[in-house]
């Protein structure tokens, strides 16, 4: 199985980014796991239930035992979130835990000391069920708990120095379904060597025990070590191999989409010019979408639609009407709304995104007849950075990838009011209306009853567009012939209890 | 002899010093901030940010980062640790075997072939064989390693498999010992051998115009030994300067094939350490490759006496 170094060691908590948790995923069980219908259902957990989304009950299933053979509690649960959410701590994966009550307490901000060190929300029970109790309802919790954050740690994870052990992130113990062999050495060794664990309660793969992962730095090495058989399973197909791909692997080549989403972000707060929405909409139905998926993107990338992402339960197929390609209406609106006439179009020049940020500007150029000049900044902190500063004023390029599979995680953070600042509200979009919509859906009882909220806050970002959707990342994987039935999951890690040897 | 080997280390010291601090402003220099680049595109939660920011001394001034630095390298042997806490002498020790193989590797190869090539094309001077030599290095020289990295290993590592069903370069990796090392080895001699072969040459044909040589053959000694003893002795001077020096640039050169062949090497690792902002692994990586730099050239100085005997130190 081929995968990126991880960025830092196999800390489930100080895991933010895919590799490390793709690693995580095969040696942690999550207390929910998303069928094909794309909903959460209990794992690691017996059953996880509320009564008004506020107050939530987690039983454990007493069958899952820690890879050393001890039973797995709930108190495990509760040493690991309340370690990833205290400040001093500085887990990444801290803003996962900022629902619940007594986050403040333990991680109360910059420059402040914590209260306490534990949050007032988790309480254990009994050895198999924990109590969690939220600052505010929160319909789509569940969805939340099959994140690698929400992985329990056993006792020995953290030292006496009350600091997570290196030998534990070197060769983590879990409860999941491999248990590692022998110690990763982060930087030095190529792979991470993993066989079944016995005592796994779940679903195990049948004809074959042992797990291999090579760190690869370049995905087109690995593409070519897939080819040659040297590797099994190839999940993040370089772009140039794309179109060979298919033909070289035939049915053994897949391409779905995946949660992720690229915009062209608008700096709302910052720059008075794209005030008013049909600047925006011009400039939406200006860009060529279809082309630059096809081209600039070789087909790994789809055009965007809606806010939400096909790979998440909420995706509304054609949803943004803005989003069709319609250059002569987008000049008529443009003109009628005196948008501006130059624009700069800032993007980060270290992530390949110089060719569709300079397709996007051919398209503006040449649709509403205006001057366009894209501006690359070395990193992308370097934009945020520069409207911190208002010293940058210019549309700019955003990507998301979500946190857990929910349609709201499109939502609240990038769009909320309370994300500004402290969140990933770059453009400082704030809109009454649409934060009250996702409390409602946060507050409501039922999942599907929150959707439907979600649903009508997405409504009013397609009809503002504060951000300006183009394109949806698509997973291109692929295997060799000595493995069969390799399917991603909706968090893009593979199901290895269901992979059969070829 | 001993006391000119002792002066040479000393002057070392300010070099490496020098080197570091260097390496240190430029790394310091980088746009974007180190704790951001941990993130992606999320913004950091700005007390997570604080901490860690208070971890590695970010917010001091350059200065002070650089003492806390070179203070535990000098008297701790201490060389940080990496934005994963993983000391940086553990992850230099693990990855400097793997491009000190390769560079070896590739020096061999280096030496056989180059000097090899050069002798033959010297000695056929003006003939096809010399021509045909000299055109074939110029086309080596000209092809970026970029390119042939990729062809050899698309061709022998990947199509050879398919074709023959014969594994025997590995297309990436170190898991088949000394054999992984064989394409990217080549690879990265690639150009230092078209080098070599061209100076060799060049060498060897101003040695054999010199009238030591007219006055051994006027003695009536062998073709053989004129041009073994006489001849290639003395040309090799300026080949050992090049093979030498060339070590370091092998060990520094290592980073597009290192990359291109997935070796866990020291190039590979300073090209995500500089991408990540790790300014301990980055200094660290340099620090160690100055000094082999300041030892391989030390190394071709002493050798100098061995091929000539008019060369001595004090």
């Not at chain 1, 793709?22 to 690691?44: T, W």
């Not at chain 1, 000049?373 to 902190?381: I, L, S």
């Not at chain 2, 301990?280 to 340099?286: F, K, L, M, Q, Y």
């Not at chain 2, 490759?289 to 300041?294: E, T």
Request: charge should be neutral; glycine fraction near 8%; aromatic fraction near 10%.
């Amino acid at each position: 199985m081929e995968v990126g170094e991880p960025q830092k060691m196999l800390y489930p908590q100080d895991t933010t980014e895919t590799e490390g948790a793709e690693v995580l995923a095969a040696v942690f069980s999550p207390l929910v796991r998303y069928d094909e219908n794309k909903q959460p259902v209990e794992e690691a957990a017996e059953s996880i239930t509320t009564t008004d989304s506020k107050v939530w009950t987690i039983k454990l299933k007493s069958s899952y035992t820690w890879h050393d053979g001890t039973p797995v509690k709930a108190e495990d649960y509760v040493r690991a979130w309340n370690f990833a959410a205290l400040q001093d701590n500085a887990m990444s994966s801290s803003y996962f835990f900022g629902r619940v009550d007594g986050y403040n307490d333990v991680h109360p901000g910059e420059g402040k000391t914590p209260t306490a060190k534990e949050m007032k929300g988790l309480k254990v029970v009994d050895d198999t069920t924990l109590e969690v109790t939220l600052t505010a309802p929160f319909s789509q919790f569940k969805t939340m708990l099959g994140y690698t954050a929400f992985y329990p740690l056993p006792a020995s994870a953290i030292g006496s120095d009350g600091k997570l052990s290196p030998t534990f992130g070197e060769k983590p113990i879990g409860q999941g379904l491999f248990k590692v062999d022998k110690p990763y050495k982060k930087g030095t060794d190529q792979t991470i060597e993993m066989s079944v664990y016995d005592k796994f309660p779940g679903k195990k793969p049948t004809g074959w025990t042992k797990l291999q992962f090579k760190v690869y730095t370049s995905s087109e090495t690995a593409w070519n070590d897939l080819q040659a058989e040297n590797l099994d399973i190839h999940d993040s197909l370089p772009a140039t191999a794309i179109s060979t791909a298919k033909q070289v692997l035939g049915d053994r080549y897949f391409d779905e989409p995946d949660a992720s989403i690229g915009y062209i972000g608008v700096p709302l707060k910052y720059n008075k010019e794209f005030e008013n929405v049909d600047v925006r909409k011009a400039i939406s139905m200006a860009i060529d979408r279809k082309t630059i998926s096809d081209t600039v993107f070789s087909g790994t990338r789809s055009p965007a639609d809606d806010f939400i992402n096909p790979a998440i339960p909420g995706y509304r197929q054609g949803a943004c009407t803005a989003c069709t390609y319609n250059p002569a209406e987008a000049k008529k609106l443009y003109e009628s709304a005196g948008g501006p006439k130059t624009i700069e179009l800032g993007y980060n020049a270290d992530g390949g995104h110089k060719e569709w940020i300079e397709a996007v500007a051919n398209n503006l150029r040449a649709n509403l007849g205006i001057e366009v000049t894209p501006k690359p900044f070395e990193k992308f902190q370097g934009i945020l950075d520069a409207l911190d500063a208002k010293e940058y004023k210019g549309l700019f390029r955003m990507g998301w990838s979500i946190d857990y599979p929910a349609a709201e995680n499109y939502l609240t953070p990038i769009f909320g009011t309370g994300a500004i600042g402290t969140g990933s509200n770059y453009g400082g979009y704030s809109n009454k209306e649409f934060d009250d919509l996702v409390a409602k859906g946060d507050q409501a009882t039922d999942a599907a009853e929150g959707l439907k909220f979600y649903q009508q806050a997405d409504d009013i970002l397609l009809k503002e567009l504060p951000y300006i959707p183009v394109y949806f990342y698509r997973s291109n994987f692929g295997h060799s012939t000595k493995v069969k039935n390799v399917k991603l999951n909706l968090l893009n890690q593979i199901n290895w209890a269901d992979v059969e040897k070829g | 002899m001993g006391r000119y080997v002792i002066r040479r280390l000393i002057q070392a010291i300010p070099v490496l010093i020098g080197a570091t601090l260097l390496i240190f402003c430029i790394v310091f220099a980088l746009p974007g901030d180190p704790v951001a680049a941990l993130f992606g595109d999320k913004r950091p939660d700005p007390a997570v940010a604080e901490v860690l920011r208070e971890q590695y001394h970010l917010n001091d001034p350059l200065l002070l980062q650089y003492w806390y630095y070179i203070s535990g390298v000098l008297f701790r042997g201490d060389f940080g640790v990496n934005f994963a806490q993983v000391p940086v002498s553990e992850i230099l020790a693990g990855k400097f075997q793997v491009t000190l193989n390769l560079a070896l590797t590739a020096l061999i190869m280096e030496a056989i072939l180059g000097v090899g090539l050069g002798l033959w094309a010297a000695l056929r001077r003006g003939r096809a064989t010399d021509t045909m030599i000299l055109a074939s290095t110029l086309l080596l020289i000209s092809i970026p390693t970029l390119v042939t990295g990729f062809v050899l290993q698309l061709v022998l590592g990947v199509k050879l498999k398919q074709w023959t069903g014969l594994d025997i370069f590995p297309v990436a990796g170190v898991f088949a010992g000394l054999r992984s090392y064989l394409l990217p080895g080549f690879v990265l001699a690639g150009v230092s051998v078209a080098y070599l072969t061209r100076l060799t040459r060049t060498s060897l044909v101003e040695t054999l115009r010199a009238d030591y040589i007219r006055t051994a053959t006027a003695k009536g000694l062998s073709r053989r030994r004129v041009i073994g003893r006489h001849g290639l002795r003395n040309a090799l001077i300026p080949l050992i300067t090049y093979l030498g020096a060339d070590l370091g640039n092998l060990m520094g050169g290592a980073v597009i094939t290192e990359t291109i062949f997935n070796l866990p090497g020291i190039g590979n690792q300073l090209f995500t350490s500089v991408y990540l902002r790790e300014q301990p692994v980055v200094v660290g990586t340099i620090t160690v490759l100055v000094l082999i730099y300041i030892l391989a050239n030390l190394v071709v100085d002493l050798l100098y006496a061995v091929l000539d005997p008019r060369i001595r130190y004090e």
